[in-house]
């Protein structure tokens, strides 16, 4: 965005690369959410009933990226940032109850999952921002 509060290629752009980062963090979970649930990677004495969740998970992970890749809405910004905070509080509030309370696979897919949620409200404040420019300068 210029002086005047124009959109402008360069921001363009720079939207466009955060959109990518935030794909490319979405799939790096599905993929590692997928890699528990079909055994590739493990968790020490996970159950059944818990390998389902992960596969949930998954799916979940591949349709945000999905919709983070053709249609990224303030909607779709929006519940993805939320997902990554409620993911983030069930993690650290079941955490005490398992053996290892953390695991590194877990740690991993939170760490991914900070920088989704940093990327997913920028977008949000970037289009908030660009919303606010395009009204602000109609009534002008």
């Known amino acids: 965005m210029d002086m005047a ?3 402008t290629p360069a921001t363009t752009a720079a939207r466009s690369r955060r959109q990518l ?3 490319g963090a979405s799939a ?19 159950s059944d009933g818990e ?11 591949v349709l945000l990226t999905a919709l983070l890749w ?8 929006a519940v993805g940032a939320a997902l990554q905070v409620l993911l983030a509080w069930m993690y650290l509030a079941i955490a005490p109850e398992r053996d290892p309370a953390f695991e590194i696979w877990g740690v991993s897919i939170r760490i991914v999952s ?9 977008l949000l404040l970037t289009d908030h921002r660009r919303r606010s420019s395009r009204t602000g300068s109609a009534s002008a």
């Not at 053709?70 to 910004?77: A, D, G, H, M, S």
């Open 5 to 7: 509060g124009t959109v």
């Open 21 to 23: 980062v935030g794909v």
């Open 70 to 77: 053709w249609t990224p809405n303030r909607l779709v910004l």
């Open 114 to 122: 900070l920088a989704l949620l940093v990327t997913l409200v920028s």
């Open 28 to 46: 790096v979970i599905a993929l590692l959410y997928g890699g528990l649930y079909v055994g590739v990677l493990s968790i020490p004495g996970a």
């Open 51 to 61: 390998r389902g969740i992960l596969g949930v998970a998954a799916a979940v992970f």
